[in-house]
Structure formats: structure tokens, C-alpha cells
């Protein structure tokens, strides 16, 4: 029982309510972005949810949290059905091949960049 107490006292009440805050705004702002997308056009959705991933990233990052939760957490209130699947994996297409080598989480064994860089293309590229 004092080991809970200790805890309580000893917790970082700042970036606790930060947290609190940040969770009461995404549901009520998440319930009006959904309102949102359901009333736009398919093209005026792309734009909307990529304003959404960012802002939910920087509201996570402001809370305290780690951004890939805010871009988790962006893409569970998002509906596959308001984008068109054709579009939706031309994106991902382009994204893996213009980001991935630039993220460039290659191993540190004997491979030339010229050599990874040539894998990856013929990977990503099926």
C-alpha cells in the first residue's frame, strides 16, 4: 500500500495531465474530424488526412507520448472505405521508394551503398 502512495506522489503531474489533456481533445476533435470526413469529397480527404497525421503527431509529441502513437492513433479513427484503394497503395508505392533508402536502416556488413540501394529498388519493385 505505501509502495502505490510513493508512486502517486512521486508521479510527473505535468506531463500527466498534458497526457489527460491530450486524450480529452483527440476524442472530441477525432468525433468532429470523422463528421469532417464524411461530409468532403474523396480528393479533399487526402489533404484533410494528411493535416490530421501531422497534427495528431505533434500533439503527441507535445503530451509527452512517442509520434508514431499520435500516427497510430490517426489512422484508427480513419475509414479505408473514404479512400480509393488504387490511389491508397500508389502512395504507399511512392513513399517506399522515394523515403525508404533514406531512412536507410540497411545492416553493417560489407555492402556497398550502390549495392543495398540496387536491392531495394529490385525488392520494392516486384
Not at 77 to 93: G, T, V
Amino acid at each position: 500500500m505505501i509502495w502505490g502512495v510513493l508512486a502517486l506522489i512521486l508521479m510527473d503531474w505535468t506531463r500527466v495531465s498534458r497526457r489527460l489533456g491530450f486524450l480529452v481533445a483527440f476524442a472530441v476533435i477525432g468525433v468532429l474530424f470523422r463528421e469532417l470526413m464524411r461530409r468532403v469529397s474523396e480528393r479533399d480527404r487526402w489533404y484533410a488526412g494528411l493535416i490530421w497525421l501531422a497534427a495528431c503527431g505533434f500533439g503527441v509529441d507535445w503530451s509527452g507520448l512517442q509520434f508514431m502513437v499520435g500516427a497510430f492513433l490517426a489512422g484508427a479513427i480513419m475509414d479505408s472505405h473514404w479512400f480509393d484503394q488504387k490511389q491508397m497503395d500508389a502512395l504507399r508505392h511512392h513513399l517506399r521508394l522515394v523515403a525508404s533508402w533514406t531512412f536507410d536502416h540497411r545492416p553493417q556488413f560489407m555492402w556497398s551503398p550502390l549495392s543495398w540501394y540496387s536491392c531495394q529498388r529490385v525488392v520494392l519493385c516486384r
